[in-house]
């Protein structure tokens, strides 16, 4: 017979907390690693409903509706919360795990597994430079040291999700090297708010991220019009306009290129057609009866 124990300790005892609070004489900021990072985590928080108003909470209930588990709403409300704040905020969190029924932990797992969902404000527009191999061999890895410079300085690189400006402000950028953006017939890439401008130089990518600073959104080579960091978040959490000529001009767009189809074009006109693999029945499992004795 066991008995359990009022804080953890080592034995089969179980305990009653999984842990024990500071007492009142602890100075939590004074041990804390980064103190200032504690004053911000010690700090009254605003309430949820003052940072996510009546739409947002009816848009969170929109997604849960679509699911036939809440939970699994978890990815486009996190979305939603980034086209709110440019970032997921411990507010946001809390707000996520208040309408999924889940606790702050569970949410903050998922939130800190995904590279889209930014911990850290966004500026206005999110620029991706892919340097995986193949981009990176073509230029990738000196178009994202040139923007490192460009966007900070030689002495000061803007570094790896670092924003030149105030987040959230107009022209301000935040800068990030990406692995595979899957657009490898179109090498070296960047990604401006998840939309593709391919076939990039140093020079092309210095011209684009000036544009975006002068305040003006030009036109990717592929796909939909370019929108803000925060306008992205919310199609990609699932909204869209709802006037299906706005939406096939402002949202919608081809994403194919020329080079993507050229294989299958070939292809076709050459009558090459890919082998069809025959039905061929499964080996017999070997019983395991018998095996140990």
Not at 1 to 22: K, L, Q, R, Y
Not at 243 to 265: C, F, H, K, M, W
């Amino acid at each position: 017979m066991t008995s359990s124990t009022a804080v953890p300790e080592p034995g089969p005892n179980a305990a009653e907390t999984t842990h024990m609070a500071a007492g009142p004489d602890t100075d939590v900021v004074g041990i804390a690693p980064e103190p200032e990072v504690a004053e911000a985590i010690l700090a009254e928080t605003p309430p949820l409903e003052d940072v996510f108003g009546d739409d947002i909470v009816a848009k969170a209930k929109n997604l849960i509706e679509r699911y036939p588990m809440s939970r699994s709403a978890l990815l486009p409300m996190l979305h939603l919360v980034q086209s709110v704040q440019g970032y997921v905020s411990q507010e946001g969190i809390s707000f996520c795990a208040t309408q999924l029924g889940l606790t702050d932990a569970e949410v903050s797992a998922v939130a800190t597994f995904y590279t889209m969902y930014k911990r850290r404000p966004c500026g206005e527009h999110l620029v991706s430079v892919c340097t995986n191999t193949l981009c990176a061999a073509l230029g990738g890895d000196a178009i994202y040291k040139k923007l490192q410079t460009h966007l900070g300085s030689e002495e000061n690189p803007l570094g790896h999700e670092e924003t030149a400006g105030t987040p959230g402000e107009q022209g301000s950028i935040t800068l990030e090297h990406a692995e595979c953006l899957a657009a490898c017939d179109l090498a070296p890439v960047i990604q401006v708010n998840y939309e593709y401008f391919d076939n990039q130089t140093p020079d092309k990518a210095v011209a684009l991220v000036d544009a975006l600073q002068a305040g003006k959104k030009p036109a990717p080579t592929r796909g939909a019009p370019l929108t803000d960091f925060k306008g992205a978040e919310l199609q990609l959490a699932g909204f869209f306009p709802e006037d299906e000529a706005i939406y096939n001009g402002d949202v919608d767009g081809p994403s194919q290129a020329v080079e993507t189809l050229r294989g299958a074009q070939i292809a076709q006109q050459r009558g090459w057609t890919a082998p069809v693999a025959s039905d061929v029945p499964l080996p017999a499992v070997p019983s395991k009866e018998g095996e140990k004795k």
